[in-house]
């Protein structure tokens, strides 16, 4: 709104990109300590017991009994709030961002909804989550292709190397559907610890904050080899404001938690880099930058895999990996910390690919 009024009244100074999107920090950081208690509050009143604590994980967990979940909903809702303000509510790539975001937030809340109401710690049908995800995910990569230029639209950007670029043809429409799930399932799973996805998604998210403003500059692309792409530039200010959510949301998310991410936070943070990874042409430097969250669900894929070929043994002493080193004997604190520092490691390593070229 407040980008549209620039333009209309000249006031310069914030049409600048950097202004507009330290300012959306700074808003959705300050909605989400002011409104944070209250929302708080409400999921506490409404969902009474909170989620139900898997009986066969961390016996540590079972003190945490009551705590509400769906805390999604407050950085859903001053990012939304931040964007409102600071936003270019005309931008192709902003709206398919807001798409994807709030489409997969309903699947987790309805996920969530079982959880807590039903009383039922599995959720919604896996096979019914994942078709909505893909029909979900699917609208999103067409959209994208469709505002994206012809030359780049189907292209493969590869690390590491100069301007090695190969085109896929059809198949990165398979390609993009699948790095979205995937991303949003990889981030859902890793939310099992206190303060863990969303310290590791403030990593994530930095990465595609300086990639979007790279890639949307004619010099800076040029300089490092990059597709030029123009409608990346929003993807900054998109980025600025989901920051400030995040370590809003994290004020009271941090050990011991007052509120849980829950799917409807988790399944549409790790939508949200899934699709810029394909906006940004960064499929390949999201995998390391996201390394975490692949780890994460791999060691889920593997443990499932193993436990079914082989008749009950297992390769962990529990999936997702957070709790095998839980039951190892780290504290949770030790392991989100660990985990932090290991995300942040990985998103240095995908920064670095920008010019090891």
Request: with cysteine; aromatic share 16%; net charge positive.
């Amino acid at each position: 709104m407040l980008a549209y009024l620039t333009d209309l009244y000249h006031l310069s100074f914030f049409s600048f990109l950097t202004v507009r999107s330290f300012l959306a920090l700074l808003t959705a950081l300050f909605m989400s300590l002011l409104l944070g208690s209250r929302v708080i509050a409400f999921l506490r009143h409404w969902q009474g017991k909170g989620q139900p604590i898997r009986a066969d994980g961390p016996k540590s967990h079972l003190a945490k009994k009551g705590t509400p979940t769906m805390g999604g909903f407050l950085w859903l809702s001053t990012l939304l709030l931040s964007l409102f303000l600071w936003g270019n509510w005309v931008h192709p790539y902003l709206l398919i961002l807001l798409f994807v975001t709030f489409s997969f937030a309903a699947i987790g809340f309805f996920d969530d909804y079982y959880k807590v109401k039903k009383r039922n710690s599995a959720g919604l049908p896996g096979k019914l989550r994942l078709l909505l995800e893909t029909i979900c995910a699917t609208v999103a990569v067409v959209a994208i292709s469709y505002f994206t230029p012809d030359a780049e639209t189907t292209k493969l950007v590869l690390p590491f190397v100069k301007a090695w670029q190969f085109d896929i043809g059809y198949l990165y429409y398979a390609l993009g559907v699948f790095v979205i799930v995937g991303s949003a399932n990889a981030v859902n799973i890793t939310d099992g610890l206190d303060g863990l996805s969303t310290l590791t998604s403030i990593s994530a998210t930095f990465v595609f904050m300086i990639l979007a403003y790279l890639i949307g500059r004619v010099d800076f692309s040029a300089y490092l080899f990059l597709p030029y792409l123009s409608n990346a530039t929003e993807l900054v200010v998109f980025a600025g404001a989901l920051l400030g959510s995040l370590f809003g949301f994290l004020w009271f998310n941090v050990s011991p938690a007052k509120v849980w991410m829950g799917d409807m936070g988790s399944l549409p943070l790790g939508a949200i880099f899934g699709t810029m990874a394909i906006m940004t042409k960064s499929e390949f430097v999201w995998a390391i930058a996201g390394a975490l969250f692949v780890f994460e669900i791999l060691s889920v894929i593997l443990q499932v895999a193993y436990f079914k070929r082989t008749g009950g043994k297992r390769i962990f002493k529990m999936a997702p990996l957070h709790h095998h080193f839980e039951l190892s004997g780290w504290k949770e604190t030790t392991v989100v910390f660990r985990f932090w520092i290991l995300s942040l490691i990985f998103a240095l390593i995908a920064l670095a690919t920008l010019k090891l070229r």
